[in-house]
């Protein structure tokens, strides 16, 4: 596997005294029930993320509108989130040497912290537009550990039979956040169009505080969920289990430095590594300002706000039931994200056109923009927790958080690069949906011509038996 294959001593389970003992005497393992709420709490946590990361880009309208932001402030609020992967080494080394524990209680105080920030309500608006975005900057850091823990949390507390399942689970929820951003902002924050001509400057002042006083309150509102997670978590979040639920949570490990190196020398990892880290980096800057980019279109904010909520949402619930498919027939990871990725290609082809219908001349209707968006989302969202499963399979035994890690501080090492041209190129953004169409073409290439392994799943299938 990968730069080279895996030594029997790297193997072998931690439980019982040699490999040997192991195949005729299987490791002890169980499967605890609050496993569930394990995941519960992983996940909301990973949904509140979600929601302040993309909290500005679907009320950008009204934001500007209240606070003075520019576009490029909004380019930078949504970069942020990127910007917190910078030090995502240390959160790996952290997962890895402390456990699942410390380092989620260090993301959820950082979370708590940041919410805290933004929302203490100063009347100087150059001063509040700083906490605003350090209250962002501190809720990035919090990205490392939330977006990549979901495959280690799976492996070390769930079977074999659900581990893509509860992949899926623990990795989409922080797509889901962003997802209610969509809703939540838009309905409750009034758009500046929505509101009545105003006719003096008075009125238009009362128009501004309104919409500061709305936002406030769905930033209080964020800060109170926070603090309630922090609380359970703290209260009660073990790293692992009494006894692991499979051969493959039992067996022994690379160490840190030796995972890093393996990685970095694994060219069939670093391949399937771009092929999840472009188009998922891709998308997610696309739709941090998708707002932005449906506004040509004639496209509302609460509209846009809509179509970033469904294309999200019909991502996770699709990736959720394909990963729970992928449970059921066992390697076949590689065949679903060709079919996954063929889809992401021709949908946002679609879309691409159909925003250029000026010069394609093809229709150009709110069901077809819904359509063909709802579908970009759905295809490669879904992929996620096919792509971490198919990495921990074609890595192991390097763990699962140090892999996860690589891979999302790759993904939002493109979303940064990406917002980072869109601070200088924010008026004409048709060249953002060609870079959405072309990295769904460019992923679709190198699965295809992806080897695929499955080393973990051989140790539990024939160790176990």
Request: aromatic fraction near 12%; proline fraction near 5%.
């Amino acid at each position: 596997m990968g730069a080279g294959s895996s030594t029997e001593a790297e193997r072998e389970p931690l439980l019982v005294p040699s490999h040997a003992e192991a195949i005729s005497q299987p490791v002890n393992s169980r499967v605890y029930g609050r496993r569930w709420l394990v995941l519960t709490q992983f996940s909301l946590l990973a949904l509140m993320q979600g929601m302040v990361w993309n909290f500005w880009g679907p009320i950008q309208n009204s934001a500007v509108h209240a606070f003075g932001f520019t576009k490029s402030d909004i380019a930078v609020l949504v970069l942020w989130g990127p910007l917190g992967f910078v030090p995502w080494l240390l959160f790996m080394w952290l997962m890895d040497k402390k456990g699942l524990r410390a380092s989620l209680l260090l993301s959820a105080f950082f979370m708590l912290l940041g919410a805290a920030l933004r929302s203490i309500p100063l009347t100087e608006q150059p001063l509040r537009r700083w906490l605003i975005h350090g209250g962002q900057f501190l809720n990035g850091l919090a990205g490392p550990t939330i977006m990549s823990a979901g495959p280690y949390l799976s492996t070390t507390w769930f079977a074999p039979d659900q581990r893509a399942t509860a992949t899926a689970v623990a990795s989409l929820f922080s797509y889901l956040g962003g997802a209610a951003s969509f809703v939540v902002g838009p309905l409750v924050v009034p758009a500046p169009n929505d509101t009545q001509a105003v006719t003096t400057m008075a009125a238009a002042a009362i128009s501004d505080i309104s919409i500061q006083d709305r936002i406030q309150l769905v930033m209080y509102a964020e800060l109170t969920a926070i603090a309630v997670l922090f609380a359970a978590i703290l209260l009660y979040f073990p790293s692992r289990p009494p006894m692991p639920p499979s051969v493959a949570a039992a067996s022994q490990r690379l160490s840190y430095r030796s995972s890093i190196c393996r990685l970095l020398r694994n060219l069939r990892f670093l391949m399937i590594a771009l092929a999840y880290a472009v188009p998922t980096g891709v998308i997610a800057g696309w739709a941090g300002v998708l707002d932005m980019v449906l506004t040509p279109a004639k496209v509302s904010q609460v509209d846009a706000g809509w179509i970033g909520f469904w294309s999200t949402v019909g991502g996770c619930v699709f990736g959720v039931a394909m990963a729970r498919f992928a449970d059921s027939i066992r390697g076949m990871l590689k065949l679903i994200l060709v079919l996954m990725l063929a889809g992401a290609s021709l949908s946002s082809t679609w879309f691409t056109l159909t925003c250029l219908s000026r010069v394609t001349h093809l229709p150009s209707t709110a069901a077809i923009l819904y359509t063909s968006c709802i579908l970009v989302g759905i295809f490669i969202n879904s992929s996620v927790p096919i792509f971490f499963e198919l990495f921990i399979e074609t890595v192991y035994p390097v763990p699962e958080g140090i892999t996860c890690g690589v891979v999302t501080f790759l993904g939002n090492l493109v979303t940064g690069l990406l917002l980072f041209f869109l601070t200088f190129y924010c008026t004409e953004l048709s060249w953002l949906n060609w870079c959405l169409t072309g990295s769904c073409l460019f992923s679709l290439v190198l699965i295809l011509f992806f080897r695929e392994s499955y080393d973990r799943l051989y140790l539990d299938v024939f160790v176990s038996v």
